[in-house]
């Protein structure tokens, strides 16, 4: 088969590779579409050395859309069948540490322990490939509603998803949102579906526009300083929750700031240099601050509210390559070229769903 195959930081290739087979309780996928994720870029560039991946070389991906196609030991007993299309998901967790029992497999005790557990496109193979073998724990059966590329999407849907859900706003409460890359576009979508009663996205330039767009209250933080404008917009009292999805080092402490007394913060963008907290402030007001990893069961109702129309993952995709064009879709995301926010790669061709 096909696949992009990083062979060292910032040396990658599409060429020929062994198809791979199913293994017990896994089941062997025809990829239809796969959408090129933030932590991408950090994964090929090499910025996690040893981590993601363990070793090189690796075929990277974990947004994706396909067909199952062969079935491992033990799936069809599950009720898995050839051409279900599915949507993938990174983590196939472990299942029997004390995280996984109580349903936070995200968060694994057995993390990158070899047959125990895999991060698919992390620390294990990935979906810009024409095929792809994942555990049934990591793909969910795909409603005909949705096309490839909103199911390509359901992964960070379910991420934005579990980062609202940690973030524990209740109806009607003022949501800030900072950063509108995807991911903060997502968690914007999710904050309002599940009831938030304002939200307001916190950015600039053409990333915020979009959030103008999809109908969000917006603060421009080049123009105006954004804890004083958030506060500005909510009487003083600042927001309820504060969602931070931008990995800024400041952000953080920005978050702290513009919530209100006993407010909460949840933390999903992942700062590559110290992000400073305002102890002060985050224990005298009782500001909870959290972090967010990935998604913990959110998927299905990810699924559900995209079906729904309730979010709008389409939306966000602005631009369409072939995996053999791979270089040209990188280059693209990484230099945000033409507005790009959501791109999404074919393995077959670049035709929409």
Not at 51 to 64: A, S, V, Y
Not at 166 to 186: F, K
Not at 235 to 251: H, Q
Request: charged share 20%; proline share 7%; hydrophobic share 45%.
């Amino acid at each position: 088969m096909r696949a992009l195959v990083v062979s060292a930081p910032d040396d990658f290739a599409v060429r020929d590779v062994d198809r791979p087979s199913p293994g017990p309780f896994e089941v062997l996928c025809h990829v239809r579409a796969a959408a090129i994720c933030g932590t991408d870029p950090h994964i090929i560039q090499g910025h996690y050395p040893g981590f993601w991946p363990k070793d090189w070389p690796l075929i990277p991906g974990h947004e994706w859309c396909g067909d199952i196609v062969e079935l491992g030991e033990g799936a069809a007993a599950l009720g898995w069948t050839a051409g279900t299309r599915v949507a993938g998901t990174s983590h196939a967790p472990c299942g029997y540490c004390d995280r996984c029992i109580e349903g936070r497999y995200n968060i694994c005790e057995n993390f990158g322990v070899a047959g125990l557990h895999a991060q698919y496109g992390h620390n294990a193979p990935g979906a810009y490939a024409e095929y792809v073998v994942h555990s049934v724990r990591s793909v969910f059966a795909v409603p005909d509603v949705l096309s490839d590329e909103e199911a390509a999407m359901l992964d960070p849907a379910g991420i934005a998803l579990h980062t609202v859900v940690r973030g524990g706003h209740r109806p009607g409460d003022t949501v800030a949102v900072v950063g509108p890359g995807v991911m903060g576009l997502l968690v914007a979508e999710c904050a309002r579906a599940l009831g938030a009663g304002r939200v307001v996205v916190v950015g600039r330039g053409r990333r915020l526009e979009k959030a103008r767009e999809l109908g969000y209250e917006a603060v421009d933080f080049s123009a105006v300083e954004p804890v004083d404008a958030v506060r500005a917009a909510t009487n003083g009292k600042g927001a309820d929750v504060a969602l931070e999805c931008s990995g800024a080092p400041e952000a953080v402490g920005q978050c702290v700031e513009m919530v209100r007394k006993g407010g909460r913060v949840a933390v999903i963008g992942i700062p590559l240099e110290d992000a400073r907290v305002p102890m002060p402030r985050t224990v005298l007001d009782e500001i909870d601050v959290v972090g967010v990893r990935a998604a913990a069961g959110e998927v299905p109702r990810a699924i559900e509210i995209a079906a729904r129309g309730l979010i709008r993952p389409g939306e966000l995709v602005t631009h369409r390559f072939a995996l053999e064009d791979f270089a040209d879709a990188y280059a693209t995301f990484t230099e945000r070229r033409d507005g790009a926010l959501k791109i999404i790669v074919r393995p077959n061709g670049v035709a929409a769903a």
